[in-house]
Nanobody
Framework: QVQLVESGGGLVQAGDSLRLSCAAS????????MGWFRQAQGKEREFVAA????????DYADSVKGRFTISRDNAKNVVYLQMNSLKPEDTAVYYC???????????????????WGQGTQVTVSS
């Protein structure tokens, strides 16, 4: 089992920045891919970004590329999502997830991720 706990959400204005954190525990994550997803009210959950724990390979949704940065701290078992130049359309509940597939390829399907955090709300006002 892997436990994931997100933090760092909040209410900000358009153009501001936020950094989300995802603390992972339970088992070694060296073969995992860690992802961030978001779900806006009335919409389906969508892929935001992901990083392979071992190599640090990253992938981003087009909607956040150039504004968001995913990173991990191996020593602390924490994954971060730095969000800059936030827009009202970034408003959503953000979820951290873990995929144990172990491949160097990153999967964007939410169904591929076995473990999920409880989510943290990000609200961007215009």
């Amino acid at each position: 089992q892997v436990q994931l706990v997100e933090s760092g959400g909040g209410l900000v204005q358009a153009g501001d920045s936020l950094r989300l954190s995802c603390a992972a525990s339970g088992r070694p994550l060296s073969s995992y891919t860690m992802g961030w997803f978001r779900q806006a009210q009335g919409k389906e959950r969508e892929f935001v970004a992901a990083i392979t724990w071992s190599s640090g390979k990253t992938d981003y949704a087009d909607s956040v590329k150039g504004r968001f940065t995913i990173s991990r701290d191996n020593a602390k078992n924490v994954v971060y999502l730095q969000m800059n130049s936030l827009k009202p359309e970034d408003t959503a509940v953000y979820y951290c997830a873990a995929d144990s597939w172990g491949s160097s390829s990153i999967r964007r399907r939410s169904g591929a991720y076995e473990y999920w955090g409880q989510g943290t709300q990000v609200t961007v006002s215009s």
